[in-house]
């Protein structure tokens, strides 16, 4: 399996499931490790050096994110080579910013439609910009996949 058939196998229909659902625990959890992973098929198709770069494109707190999410779910929680700390179930289920379904500072007043969250980081837009990262940093791996629309 090349880099891009994992994306549009497995990773791009996992967002697709977190986007459609961005407060399912279950769909936030599998996207990340789907789009975290993204890394192994790099390395094994002979890319060098993907976790520096692609965390430094998508933006340290992201791309931590979306590691802590994956081996704190994998793991219970995670260990002390993660810049942030995550325990399986310790992240946040953010209500929509609407009238009747929002909750005083869980929620975003500009927001309809919720999420989940860990360190104020939304886990959508963490998946979304890691996965962006890596579509940019390696083009000619998976720069041909179809991001549209995420």
């Known amino acids: 399996m090349t880099p891009a058939d994992y994306v549009d196998e497995i990773v791009l229909p996992a967002m697709k499931d977190f986007q459609a659902d ?3 625990r279950r769909y936030t959890y599998q996207a990340c490790m ?4 993204i890394k192994d098929h790099l390395g094994k198709a002979g890319e060098k050096d993907v976790h520096r770069r692609t965390r430094r494109r998508a933006g340290g707190s992201y791309f931590d994110v ?3 999410i994956t081996n704190g779910a994998k793991h219970v929680e995670t ?3 993660h810049p ?3 325990r399986a179930g310790n992240d946040v289920d953010r209500p929509p910013g609407i009238w009747g379904a929002a909750v005083a500072d869980v929620s975003n007043w500009d927001d ?7 360190v104020s980081v939304d886990l959508y837009e963490a998946c979304r910009r890691t996965l ?3 579509a940019d940093e390696f083009p000619g791996q998976i720069g041909a996949c179809d991001l549209s629309g995420l």
């Not at 789907?34 to 992973?37: N, T």
């Not at 309809?112 to 860990?118: F, K, L, N």
């Open 22 to 24: 961005r407060r399912s």
């Open 34 to 37: 789907a789009v975290f992973h």
């Open 84 to 86: 942030i700390p995550f």
């Open 112 to 118: 309809a439609v919720g999420g989940r969250q860990i």
């Open 79 to 81: 260990d002390a080579t």
């Open 132 to 134: 962006t990262a890596f």
């Open 66 to 68: 979306v590691r802590a």
